[in-house]
């Protein structure tokens, strides 16, 4: 009994004694920084954005994956990107466009305050119009802000007699006098 005793007193004192020696090697490490002693006078926070060590778009590795861009003008509303997007922040509506096989895109809002930038929407993207950009700072003060929106709009009145007009013309120049 007294030997169990010892050996839980003698474990005890084991565990204190490496706990202050562990105490002692970080105030070590740490106490030439507070007191700024030897080469570590100098500052060691660096501001942001520093103009001379700051990453520009060429420093960054060839795979980077930056904020999402989608070139409205190639993407086919297809939905894909909606689909395979694991933290769903696309979101993506689309209409009938100006002839029957053409669509149009009138919403295509990426929440940036959701993305995880996993890249699953890029590889799905089958025309290849949505991609990660070099572009990595995307702050802003307010979460609404974090919305990047690419789509065209509602269709209106307007667009729709214009395409009018245009099967119109359309089918005048393919009948022959």
Known sequence: MKESVFSAIALYVQSVFRGAWSIAGSCKTALPYLIRWGDLKKEVTEGYPDPISSKTADDLPTRSRGLLFNDIDRCTGCRECETACPSRCIRVESEPGSDQAKVWVSVFDIDFSRCIFCGLCVEACQPGS????????????????LVASFGRGQITEEHRNKWAMMRKLGESDGVAP
Do not use: R, S
Not at 130 to 145: F, I, N, R, S
């Open 130 to 145: 949505l991609v990660h950009t070099k572009q990595y700072e995307g702050a802003a003060y307010a979460v609404p802000d």
